[in-house]
């Protein structure tokens, strides 16, 4: 009996520890890696991004068509709200049925493959290449939105003359032949930039040198608008366009610090530099025009604001807060120049695309090569201050080659739709507006103007009629 007192813990105590071991994973043997473990998704890293998706399309609607619609005349309000409206859709279907796939899946140097087209394999299961801890369709419908905002940035460029037909066709072609092959080279596995190094957090080359370039390409075969320097052209809405550029300059957050694909404190570091090089990009566009003209203007104020969050977006998960601040100061000032020199040049960019996105995202991709460290980001890489100067030709290569491309291919567009379509509206439809001419509406309907309306348009009934002569 005594021995069996003896024997029961002794039985006990291995059964216990052959259990644990049995709960145990199997030791690797030696100098065999344990194998990786499989992408889970993380809550808290999904839900801000789909804050920040959320954040990036309201900087489209209605932020951008807001900013622009208040700087356009009121007869071509409603045509510029239509043509950021409309994007939204139209490059939705695009980015699902081929935009996605040609812009991110594994193919070549230069553009992605066909494997993801209809959103095939695109579900809800994380994609390690990207981002492992939010699901693979969050990731895509994130950049989604970006690829929805870039052509809108350039409706500034050619406001008041473009026929819509001709705005719908160039767009769609724009977005898969330019914007699509561009973030390939820069964000999709194998792009020859991202290969080559160049660092753009996001999007100063995808989204704003593309955009800003291809606007001044835009302008130039397109022309000037009927009366341009005879006729004043002033903004028909100041408070909205102020309202428009606050609202980007929130949505701007999803923007920069959304692209750390998590709730991290990259993401951290980049919301604050974003935040820091708006707040002094205001400032140095104020200081500008003030020394220049002798007043501040609240449009110059929101335009550096603008500026400020263009120039930092490449950098903004590699810099600072106190690089922020000279990348803000330095783009504030940079910009309103390149605005007020485009007299000299001749073109006619209505509501200064080119100088803002365009040397604005020139001005930040450079400024990335020389202030970003890799203490902020270990994924980046160290810039000039930090004894690397080679970074700086790096992101002169990707600008060099962005801006090469952006020409190219936008002028064969162009030039190919004003054979085929026709680019501008007639003259009398310009000078009509683009509300009538193309949509048969008007922002703004007040007693005479209604009945100008009607009688142009011949679409409203007779009830309408009077109760207009009526008010």
Known sequence: MNRLRRIVPL???ILCCALTAFGQEPASPAGTPAPAAAPTVDTGDTAWMLTSAALVLF?????????????VRSKNVLGMLMQNFSLVGLITIQWI?????LSFANGSGFIGGLQWIGLSGVGAVPNADYAATIPH????????????ITPALMTGAFAE?????TFIVFSLLWATFIYDPLAHWVWGVGGFLRNMGALDFAGGTVVHISAGISALVAVLIMGKRVGHGKTPMPPHNLPFAVIGAAMLWVGWFGFNAGSALGANGLASSAFMATHTAASLAALGWMAAEWLKTGKPTMLGAASGAVAGLVAITPASGFVTPAAAIAIGLGAGVVCYTACMMKSWFGYDDSLDVVGVHGVGGIFGAIMTGVFASKAINPAGNDGLLYGNPSLVLTQLKAVGVTVLFAVAGTAVILVVLKAVMGLR?????ERM????????????????????MVATTGHLSGAKIHQAQKA
């Open 433 to 452: 507006g683009l509300d009538l001419s193309q949509h048969s509406e008007s922002a703004y309907v007040l007693g005479s103007d209604y009945e100008e």
């Open 425 to 429: 509206v007639s003259e009398q439809e």
């Open 11 to 13: 039985l006990l105590l």
């Open 137 to 148: 369709q969050t990731f895509m419908f994130y950049q989604m939105m970006f690829a929805i």
């Open 59 to 71: 900087m489209t609607i209605p932020g951008l068509f807001l900013f622009y619609g208040g700087l």
């Open 97 to 101: 049925v081929i935009g996605y796939s």
């Open 161 to 165: 003359r473009m026929k819509f037909s």
